[in-house]
């Protein structure tokens, strides 16, 4: 018995030195220590053995198995190390080759100017307010002093959700931002907002899209004048287009507003000497403002006579255009990832 085992150690010890991959291994292993393989077949006939006997045969097989196993074991190592040790010769590292570009997501353009105005607007202890795109004809229309059938309205004409005046309709201004903060305000006190959001008209061609973006801007409180509001309009120019900007205002008309002004910056290309770009005057339009209208004021429960505001409203998208030289606004909206791309790190450049 003794001689036997020792044969099939033997055995295993010479036929193994030529198994070179696992497959073979595991086929080799098969033919020891399988269901049927030589060394299980030798406790095969234990039962018909005297205890004594059996005994020794189970000792001598459980030794061999053990060891034959260990042999197994050390050949896998081997065979796994030399497989490991070709694919490491094999595959160079060249630390030499150029990196592969990391793509870095970027804002897109509107939500970068979005919030170049919001961090100006905070810092001067505004509140950045949000109001809903689908408004009630009274607070895009009558509560601003747009009746019913005011010629003020072909101008902003929009998407209609009824026919029906008192029903919804998509905001054509966010100046309904302005009705919304005086009415919730419940003291009836002084308001310091701004609220950029979409608004939507009906146009459609290279500077008008059905829908765009606008920011406004509302200041309640006493003893407010003209003077306010200037100061605030040529400190955001100022920010938003650089600080050699001047700013210019016009006498104009809105409905909410008295006295209304149309307000120019001086052309950021030339820097007001005239070019394309500012039709050869120096200046161009970027936004309307004025003094809250007293009916206005009224009609969301302020007394005119004690409180004042100023209100300015202005296109984000025009100001993205500007700034960063976008000549169709169609491609703001365009979801192209080109477009976007364009804008990465633009403000440090
Ligand atoms: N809401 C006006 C527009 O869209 C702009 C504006 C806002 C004018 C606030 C005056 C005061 O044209």
Redesign the pocket.
């Known amino acids: 018995m003794k001689e036997q085992a020792e044969s099939i150690k033997s055995e295993v010890v010479s036929s193994i030195k030529n198994v070179n991959t696992l497959s073979d291994l595991a086929n080799l292993k098969a033919k020891y220590l399988g269901k049927t393989g030589s060394i299980t077949e030798l406790t095969k006939n234990m039962k018909d053995l005297s205890i004594e006997e059996r005994k020794n045969v189970g000792q001598i097989t459980n030794i061999l198995k053990n060891e034959v196993t260990e042999i197994f074991e050390t050949r896998e190592r081997e065979i796994n190390d030399a497989i490991l040790n070709e694919k490491l010769s094999k595959e160079v590292i060249d630390v030499t080759l150029p990196s592969k570009k990391i793509k870095r997501g970027s804002l897109h353009p509107m939500t970068r100017i979005t919030e170049e105005f919001e961090d100006f607007f905070v810092s001067m202890g505004y509140t950045v307010y949000d109001g809903p795109e689908i408004e009630s004809d009274e607070n895009c229309f009558q509560k601003l002093n747009i009746p019913v059938g005011h010629p003020a309205r072909d101008a902003?004409d929009t998407f209609y959700l009824s026919n029906e005046v008192e029903k919804f309709l998509l905001r054509s201004?966010?100046?309904t931002a302005q009705v919304r903060a005086m009415e919730e305000n419940v003291d009836k006190g002084p308001i310091r907002i701004v609220c950029p959001g979409k608004v939507y008209r009906r146009d459609e061609d290279a500077t008008h899209s059905h829908q765009f973006m606008?920011i406004?801007g509302l200041v309640i409180d006493k003893n407010i004048s003209m003077a306010d509001l200037k100061g605030t309009l040529e400190m955001m120019m100022k920010r938003v287009l650089g600080e050699k900007t001047k700013v210019r205002f016009r006498p104009s008309y809105?409905p909410?507003?008295e006295p209304?002004v149309e307000v120019d910056v001086t052309c950021f290309k030339c820097g007001g000497k005239g070019c394309n770009l500012c039709k050869q005057t120096g200046w161009i339009e970027v936004?309307?403002?004025?003094m809250v209208h007293p009916d206005v004021l009224t009609m969301s429960g302020y007394d005119p006579k004690v409180y004042q505001g100023f209100?300015?409203?202005t296109g984000l998208d025009r100001m993205a255009m500007f700034k960063y030289g976008i000549p169709d606004i169609r491609t703001i909206y365009g979801n192209d990832i080109r477009f976007i791309e364009q804008f990465d790190r633009k403000d440090e450049d």
């Open positions: 902003q201004q966010t100046s606008q406004e809105f909410f507003t209304s936004l309307g403002a004025g209100a300015f409203g």
